[in-house]
């Protein structure tokens, strides 16, 4: 799956995970909306949540799995699996074009609609159309800048991506826990 127009990047760094994404929105090569919110709270804020792909099938996404966590007592990786087999298995699930991000304090995950539940290396995880630029920026900086919080390393990377990204801007959300 190509999702594009967008760059969510999660990171998780000395104590502290931070997501943050861009607001931008684009239909086909024209700026539709340049403040969206594609970072979400989840089950009291103890879960973020941050999206790619159609905001309608993200939306129905993140209601599922917001549903998930609260079946399985906020167990954010089950509730991660569970909605990836249904995401795989339902007629009307496999249709949607969008990925995940999510996050507590304590992991950090990409979920696809090809069923993958990931747990990104180096505790980075970037999805999107500016993805690898945030993703390596992050990456740098996690080396090289070790005293940043996770909230400084998520805006510069963002902003290092929207400068080279033409379907990423500089309007930016980033929550975080920790």
């Known amino acids: 799956m190509n999702i594009h127009a967008t760059t969510i990047l999660a990171v998780r ?4 995970v931070a997501i943050g994404g861009d607001g931008q929105a684009t239909m086909g090569t024209t700026i539709a909306k340049s403040n969206v919110r594609k970072i979400r709270k989840l089950q009291g804020g103890s879960v973020l949540t941050g999206f ?6 993200a939306f129905t996404l993140l209601d599922r799995f917001d549903e998930k966590l609260s079946a399985f007592q906020g167990n954010m990786k089950r509730a991660a699996i569970e909605l990836a087999k249904d995401w795989r298995t339902d007629r ?11 996050c507590n304090a304590s992991e950090l995950l990409v979920i696809s609609g090809t069923g993958d539940v990931l747990e990104p290396d180096h505790e980075v995880a970037a999805i999107g159309s500016g993805s690898m630029y945030a993703q390596a920026a992050a990456l740098a900086l996690k080396k090289h800048a070790p005293g940043l919080s996770a909230d400084a390393m998520v805006r510069e990377s963002l902003n290092i991506a929207a400068d080279i990204c033409i379907y990423t801007n500089h309007n930016l959300v980033i929550e975080t826990i920790g």
């Not at 760094?13 to 502290?16: L, P």
């Not at 009307?92 to 999510?102: H, N």
Request: proline residues 0%; without cysteine; neutral net charge.
């Open 13 to 16: 760094h000395n104590g502290q």
């Open 52 to 57: 790619a792909g159609s905001t309608a099938d």
């Open 92 to 102: 009307y699930l496999r249709r949607l074009e969008a990925m995940l991000i999510a």
